[in-house]
């Protein structure tokens, strides 16, 4: 890059065109390929009506404290100091302590903030409460909870859920069917968490095609396969994929096409499930024609599909959306059930993966470097909750959950500090969370702008983005690293979480321990060099500090060859054990059987969904939502982006249906929608479009939710309306994708979106 200005994002990376300390626009870096449409929105939003310029702090707060709850997310807020925004946090955080333990503080973080390995707010926080006593902390993630719960089970790790995918060039060489459970988006494959240097996804496929491979596309959405792969779409019942699956594995069993060396060899249990898809003990066979009635597939497109998938090298994607809904782990099981079954596991382009298409890493040849991060500390604090159950949490505290074979209580919070993400886009049922959040004394969050959750905090500290400060930058399964040196002052009055941090542990009497006595370059320098040494283990070569950071980027040569998923124990079972109980593939896990669980059985089962397009609620509530991830913002950032908005319908969210379901409804393209369940409603602007299965509608995640006093969300997020419930009481993830609604045309003046307003600011103390 010879030393150009460079932004570096979670969705690729962009020269910074800079004019008189301004940063006027972003170019796409040489050689990407497809470079990401986000990067519009960078260089208007830094500046826009919605940054926070100082810190703030919620007038009833200010008069009341916690007796003001009530009134969290509607008050106006008033401009503070920081000097007194840092001593009230640092009382606060010592009030919690001295009178209800470390464990009434809840660490709310989430690790999108930034893709910088310095300041990544989730660890910055983490580490600052892990030095101040500890705190209440989440496990899992809302993208994969069910998935990395499950397969240490299963095939002992998580590899193929997060990392140690069969790669990319072994699936171009040597897979000539690729089965999509949930397709292939390529609008997923544009962001990576901890950044991405070049886009690379779809050249991958085209070169799969190019080598002989056929594509089939398992999803409701005709669009979640790229056009130019020429997929068969088999336009499949949304949370149905298990039904389906183990009809496949049927048809394999009853037509002789199972690999029965391979389930005696390397796998476990597998008289289990032979029973089970005959139907031995519940008399009915999990045949195509049973399927067929689920799934809404044919049952000789089924049985066909076996039949291809028996006939030649095949990979299973599964896509990680599939384990967002109801009993999520059972499609994940059951797609290994049916990977062994073919007996190709572990088979170069053979096998299992989940997330291809979910990400921009998944799939790249790696060498395996654990990059550096900002250290953490020890958490002396041991009470903690699955991600997706905080309201649980909140509403519930001393109630029992389990999770993972153990019974656990919800610890009763007192204060949320939140830095990094948005919960008020990521949670379900945004109405209960909006109950749930107002049972805190105390909120604080760091935040560069007014989203929903800065308006439902009481002090809100303006955060700087990557733009304003000096950062090191690692695509780290492409080996690509960035100089992210700061492009532009701090808007306002904006400090960087470290600063922030660094500020209130002074306060508290820990800050050398905080800082390690380095300041922010210091830390930068520190990390690269921990990112040399790890290189230098593996035999690769990182210039020095300061040929790297004026140079702007290095990127190491690609491996020889990353090994495919579960290579080494194909190859040698007894050498190379799985870390299961039985060092081999547990088609039927006696572990979880022994646990008891109604809703998560030993083996791969198929349940009914709490709802579906089968339950008896369809007919009040006929179509299925699919709130898949969005297009031009990743998750909820940069809504206020000129890229995100520029999509927008009558100014509120997208929302596709397909000509025959929005004609059923009398609502005409571009209409403004009312979409309701028994949970809550949003307002969208109608998009028809026959990529879309009858029955199913989608409305993508993230948009800055703005409820009126009636809890009517204008703007469209359908976090409004999705199911708050734990897959199972194995994992305890979110289901978001098990919803069903209703829509109408919305018959009234359509209100103002004010999302992209601030709040009222005041002086005066209520």
Same mark, same amino acid.
């Given at each position: 890059?010879?030393?150009?200005?460079?932004?570096?994002?979670h969705w690729g990376a962009y020269r910074a065109r800079i004019e008189a300390g301004r940063l006027v626009g972003?170019?796409?870096?040489?050689?990407?390929?497809?470079?990401?449409?986000?990067?519009?929105?960078?260089?208007?939003?830094?500046?826009?009506?919605?940054?926070?310029?100082?810190?703030?702090?919620?007038?009833?707060?200010?008069?009341?404290?916690?007796?003001?709850?009530?009134?969290?997310?509607?008050?106006?807020?008033?401009?503070?100091?920081?000097?007194?925004?840092?001593?009230?946090?640092?009382?606060?955080?010592?009030?919690?302590?001295?009178?209800?333990?470390?464990?009434?503080?809840?660490?709310?973080?989430?690790?999108?903030?930034?893709?910088?390995?310095?300041?990544?707010?989730?660890?910055?926080?983490?580490?600052?409460?892990?030095?101040?006593?500890?705190?209440?902390?989440?496990?899992?993630?809302?993208?994969?909870?069910?998935?990395?719960?499950?397969?240490?089970?299963?095939?002992?790790?998580?590899?193929?859920?997060?990392?140690?995918?069969?790669?990319?060039?072994?699936?171009?060489?040597?897979?000539?069917?690729?089965?999509?459970?949930?397709?292939?988006?390529?609008?997923?494959?544009?962001?990576?968490?901890?950044?991405?240097?070049?886009?690379?996804?779809?050249?991958?496929?085209?070169?799969?095609?190019?080598?002989?491979?056929?594509?089939?596309?398992?999803?409701?959405?005709?669009?979640?396969?790229?056009?130019?792969?020429?997929?068969?779409?088999?336009?499949?019942?949304?949370?149905?994929?298990?039904?389906?699956?183990?009809?496949?594995?049927?048809?394999?069993?009853?037509?002789?096409?199972?690999?029965?060396?391979?389930?005696?060899?390397?796998?476990?249990?597998?008289?289990?499930?032979?029973?089970?898809?005959?139907?031995?003990?519940?008399?009915?066979?999990?045949?195509?024609?049973?399927?067929?009635?689920?799934?809404?597939?044919?049952?000789?497109?089924?049985?066909?599909?076996?039949?291809?998938?028996?006939?030649?090298?095949?990979?299973?994607?599964?896509?990680?959306?599939?384990?967002?809904?109801?009993?999520?782990?059972?499609?994940?099981?059951?797609?290994?059930?049916?990977?062994?079954?073919?007996?190709?596991?572990?088979?170069?382009?053979?096998?299992?993966?989940?997330?291809?298409?979910?990400?921009?890493?998944?799939?790249?040849?790696?060498?395996?470097?654990?990059?550096?991060?900002?250290?953490?500390?020890?958490?002396?604090?041991?009470?903690?909750?699955?991600?997706?159950?905080?309201?649980?949490?909140?509403?519930?505290?001393?109630?029992?959950?389990?999770?993972?074979?153990?019974?656990?209580?919800?610890?009763?919070?007192?204060?949320?500090?939140?830095?990094?993400?948005?919960?008020?886009?990521?949670?379900?049922?945004?109405?209960?969370?909006?109950?749930?959040?107002?049972?805190?004394?105390?909120?604080?969050?760091?935040?560069?702008?007014?989203?929903?959750?800065?308006?439902?905090?009481?002090?809100?500290?303006?955060?700087?983005?990557?733009?304003?400060?000096?950062?090191?930058?690692?695509?780290?399964?492409?080996?690509?690293?960035?100089?992210?040196?700061?492009?532009?002052?701090?808007?306002?009055?904006?400090?960087?979480?470290?600063?922030?941090?660094?500020?209130?542990?002074?306060?508290?009497?820990?800050?050398?321990?905080?800082?390690?006595?380095r300041d922010e370059m210091g830390w930068v320098r520190h990390l690269y060099g921990e990112a040399r040494k790890?290189?230098?283990?593996?035999?690769?070569?990182?210039?020095?500090?300061?040929?790297?950071?004026?140079?702007?980027? &290095?990127?190491?040569?690609? #491996?020889?060859?990353?090994?495919?998923?579960?290579? /080494?124990? =194909?190859?040698?079972? $007894? @050498? %190379?054990?799985?870390?299961?109980?039985?060092?081999?593939?547990?088609?039927?896990?006696?572990?979880?059987?022994?646990?008891?669980?109604?809703?998560?059985?030993?083996?791969?089962?198929?349940?009914?969904?709490?709802?579906?397009?089968?339950?008896?609620?369809?007919?009040?509530?006929?179509?299925?939502?699919?709130?898949?991830?969005?297009?031009?913002?990743?998750?909820?950032?940069?809504?206020?982006?000129?890229?995100?908005?520029?999509?927008? &319908?009558?100014?509120?969210? #997208?929302?596709?249906?397909?000509?025959?379901?929005? /004609?059923? =409804?009398?609502?005409? $393209? @571009? %209409?403004?929608?009312?979409?309701?369940?028994?949970?809550?409603?949003?307002l969208a602007g109608a998009v028809l479009t026959d990529t879309m299965m009858r029955g199913v509608v989608q409305?993508?995640?993230?948009?800055?939710?703005?409820?009126?006093?009636?809890?009517?969300?204008?703007?469209?997020?359908?976090?409004?309306?999705?199911?708050?419930?734990?897959?199972?009481?194995?994992?305890?993830?979110?289901?978001?994708?098990?919803?069903?609604?209703?829509?109408?045309?919305?018959?009234?003046?359509?209100?103002?979106?004010?999302?992209?307003?601030?709040?009222?600011?005041?002086?005066?103390? %209520?």
């Open positions: 890059m010879s030393g150009e200005p460079v932004l570096f994002t972003v170019d796409p870096m040489p050689g990407d390929p497809e470079p990401s449409m986000i990067g519009r929105s960078l260089p208007g939003a830094l500046d826009d009506a919605v940054r926070i310029r100082q810190p703030m702090v919620r007038a009833g707060w200010l008069a009341d404290g916690p007796r003001s709850r009530a009134t969290r997310g509607s008050d106006a807020f008033v401009p503070v100091s920081w000097a007194r925004a840092t001593a009230l946090v640092a009382a606060e955080i010592r009030r919690v302590r001295e009178a209800h333990g470390n464990s009434a503080i809840f660490g709310g973080s989430y690790g999108w903030a930034s893709a910088g390995r310095f300041h990544h707010a989730q660890s910055q926080l983490h580490r600052f409460l892990n030095l101040c006593g500890g705190y209440t902390a989440s496990v899992n993630t809302h993208s994969y909870a069910a998935g990395e719960v499950l397969l240490p089970h299963v095939i002992g790790s998580q590899d193929g859920l997060i990392k140690g995918h069969t790669p990319w060039p072994e699936i171009v060489a040597h897979t000539r069917l690729l089965v999509m459970f949930g397709g292939m988006p390529l609008k997923n494959t544009q962001v990576a968490a901890g950044g991405v240097g070049q886009h690379g996804v779809r050249d991958v496929l085209k070169r799969c095609r190019d080598a002989g491979a056929k594509f089939v596309s398992i999803s409701p959405i005709r669009g979640d396969a790229p056009p130019e792969l020429g997929a068969e779409w088999l336009a499949v019942r949304p949370n149905t994929d298990t039904a389906l699956m183990l009809a496949l594995a049927h048809t394999l069993l009853t037509e002789g096409l199972h690999d029965e060396r391979f389930l005696a060899g390397w796998c476990v249990g597998f008289e289990r499930v032979r029973d089970y898809l005959l139907g031995t003990a519940d008399g009915r066979a999990k045949d195509a024609a049973w399927a067929a009635l689920i799934c809404g597939i044919d049952a000789e497109a089924i049985r066909a599909l076996a039949r291809r998938m028996a006939a030649t090298r095949t990979m299973i994607a599964v896509a990680w959306s599939l384990q967002r809904a109801d009993h999520g782990e059972q499609p994940y099981w059951a797609a290994i059930t049916l990977a062994a079954m073919l007996g190709q596991i572990g088979l170069p382009g053979g096998g299992f993966g989940f997330g291809y298409g979910g990400s921009n890493r998944i799939g790249v040849p790696s060498h395996g470097i654990a990059w550096p991060a900002v250290p953490q500390r020890v958490n002396h604090v041991r009470d903690f909750i699955p991600l997706a159950r905080l309201a649980d949490m909140l509403l519930n505290p001393g109630d029992s959950f389990t999770y993972d074979g153990g019974t656990y209580r919800y610890p009763d919070i007192r204060l949320i500090y939140w830095a990094g993400g948005n919960p008020f886009h990521h949670h379900s049922d945004l109405n209960r969370l909006r109950e749930a959040w107002r049972r805190p004394e105390t909120v604080v969050v760091h935040e560069p702008w007014w989203n929903p959750l800065a308006r439902h905090a009481d002090i809100v500290l303006p955060c700087t983005t990557p733009a304003e400060r000096n950062d090191l930058g690692i695509a780290g399964d492409e080996g690509h690293l960035f100089a992210m040196r700061r492009l532009v002052a701090p808007i306002g009055e904006a400090r960087s979480d470290h600063e922030i941090l660094r500020g209130i542990a002074a306060e508290l009497g820990f800050e050398a321990e905080f800082t390690e006595s790890r290189a230098a283990a593996r035999g690769l070569t990182l210039p020095p500090f300061e040929e790297f950071w004026e140079r702007g980027d &290095v990127r190491l040569p690609p #491996p020889n060859r990353a090994p495919g998923l579960l290579e /080494a124990f =194909r190859a040698d079972p $007894a @050498g %190379a054990p799985l870390k299961t109980p039985s060092g081999r593939i547990e088609l039927y896990s006696e572990r979880i059987a022994g646990f008891g669980l109604a809703d998560c059985p030993g083996q791969a089962t198929w349940m009914e969904p709490a709802e579906w397009l089968g339950a008896p609620v369809a007919r009040r509530f006929p179509l299925h939502l699919v709130s898949n991830q969005p297009r031009l913002r990743l998750h909820s950032q940069y809504d206020n982006g000129v890229a995100s908005r520029s999509a927008k &319908v009558a100014g509120r969210e #997208p929302l596709w249906i397909h000509p025959d379901d929005a /004609a059923a =409804r009398g609502i005409a $393209a @571009g %209409a403004i929608v009312r979409v309701f369940n028994d949970r809550g409603s949003c409305l993508a995640t993230g948009a800055w939710v703005d409820a009126d006093e009636t809890g009517l969300d204008r703007h469209g997020n359908p976090n409004t309306l999705t199911l708050d419930k734990g897959t199972s009481g194995l994992a305890q993830g979110p289901i978001a994708h098990t919803a069903l609604v209703e829509i109408e045309r919305y018959a009234s003046a359509a209100p103002v979106v004010r999302a992209f307003e601030p709040p009222a600011l005041t002086t005066e103390v %209520a």
